[in-house]
Nanobody, 128 residues
Framework: QLQLVESGGGLVQPGGSLRLSCEAS????????IGWFRQAPGKAREGISC????????YYLGSVKGRFTISRDNAKNTVYLQMNSLKPEDTAVYYC?????????????????????WGQGTQVTVSS
């Protein structure tokens, strides 16, 4: 049974940091493209970062580039999203997702690709 369990969301002040975790079970992460998505109220879900299956290259949406870092710990079979310099517009529910399709992360983030497997989501709120 393939599962993704997310954690690490919460309330943080502007300029603060959070680290989201996504622990995988039932499969090995390094055989999949890994994506992070977010969805704000009233808006469509959008991809913000991905880690390629081939060479492990990371890619980011322009609005988070330089502030967010995606990474993988193979020993723990867990993917992370380190979020620094958070802004109010980062407020959203964040989701991790995986898919075997290499094209979903081949040189750029795919904003709306239909990944096969999703975590349950974790709320991130950036506010004073």
């Amino acid at each position: 049974q393939l599962q993704l369990v997310e954690s690490g969301g919460g309330l943080v002040q502007p300029g603060g940091s959070l680290r989201l975790s996504c622990e995988a079970s039932g499969f090995t992460l390094d055989n999949y493209v890994i994506g992070w998505f977010r969805q704000a109220p009233g808006k469509a879900r959008e991809g913000i970062s991905c880690l390629s299956r081939g060479d492990g290259s990371p890619y980011y949406l322009g609005s988070v580039k330089g502030r967010f870092t995606i990474s993988r710990d193979n020993a723990k079979n867990t993917v992370y999203l380190q979020m620094n310099s958070l802004k109010p517009e980062d407020t959203a529910v964040y989701y991790c997702a995986v898919d075997p399709e290499e094209a979903y992360c081949s040189g750029a983030v795919c904003i709306d690709c239909p990944y096969d497997y999703w975590g349950q989501g974790t709320q991130v709120t950036v506010s004073s």
